[in-house]
């Protein structure tokens, strides 16, 4: 008796699972076969009333019974999950066809550029890259550069004063004093960074780049910067490039020279980037004036040095062919995307 009804429960659920629409009908099935007023759970107790005999055979077609009935299930449900999936993936598909949105790639600065080949080259020739503060104080950016209070020279460099003493740095040579005093000759130091002053024009912005040199041994002399100057200016813009010094004045230095460089653009031919000079003024320099020395406590009569400054502006603006130099600081991503 009890075996027919195993075989029929058997059949009537196998096929009901089949029938299952979802995994919701699924589960009543689970409920209705194995759940405490479930069909086998009540047969199995029944087993009670078999006779000792029959026990095992009945035994195991009940374990038979269950085994199947929870096997089916299980694929039952494994085929509702991969079916889910399935129809997650095809919700989801991509459309390989598509045209990729393409990404930004950053890019470093033009002035970073200049700064950073300017540093590069100055390095393999010894120099250490060095920096100093923006906001400086009036002795490190005039006085130890022998430019006292309210000498008529202060007014080539119009300076944003924070307060009586303190003021945004006019010129790197504020980092001249600030390296003699800490170090001991010889020593070769470039200094890039912003400076800062009240102009402001095509070619002139209120913040500005320069970089700095300086180097201080024994027997330094004109030769030795002509040489330096030659070298960073073929390296920079070409090993046809060439220089020409003309006497100047600045109180850190003497004797003083500015320097002209042939012009990358035209080389020497003339042309609009030189204004037909075939030349273009690119920087200050000299011989240290002893009294700087001295006032960084560097023995003068032992010690000389040379000391060269530059705009790094005009630099960028020629390399990459820019005539108004506000271009720098607007941030405009559609002038710095062309400077890639
Ligand atoms: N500091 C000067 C300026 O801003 C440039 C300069 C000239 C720097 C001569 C020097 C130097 O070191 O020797 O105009």
Partial sequence: MIKEELIQLNEKFENEIKGAQDAKQLNEIKVKIFGKMGALTILSKSMRDVSAEERPTIGALINHVRNNLEE???????????????????????????????????????????????????????????????VETDYYNFEAMNIPKNHPSRDMQDTFFITENTLLRSQTSAVQAREMEKRKPPFKIVCPGKTYRNESDSTHSPIFHQLEGLVVDEKISMADLK?????????????????????????????????????????????????GTGMLELLGAGIVNPKVLEMSGIDSKKYSGFAFGFGLDRVAMILNGITNIRNFYKNDVRFLKQMR
Avoid at 255 to 260: A, G, L
């Fill in 72 to 134: 089916k299930i299980s694929q039952k449900e494994d085929a509702f999950k991969q079916e889910e999936l399935m129809k997650k993936l095809d919700n989801e598909k991509v459309d390989i066809t598509e045209p990729s949105k393409g990404f930004e790639v950053g890019a470093l600065h033009p002035i970073s550029r200049v700064i950073d080949k300017l540093t590069d080259i100055c390095v393999e020739m010894g120099f250490s890259v060095v920096e100093g503060p923006e």
């Fill in 227 to 275: 040489a330096m100057l030659t070298t960073l200016m073929k390296r920079l813009y070409g090993d046809d490039t060439t220089i020409r010094f003309r006497p100047s004045f600045f109180p850190f230095t003497e004797p003083s020279i500015e320097v002209d460089v042939s012009c990358p653009n035209c080389h020497g031919k003339g042309c609009s980037t030189c204004k």
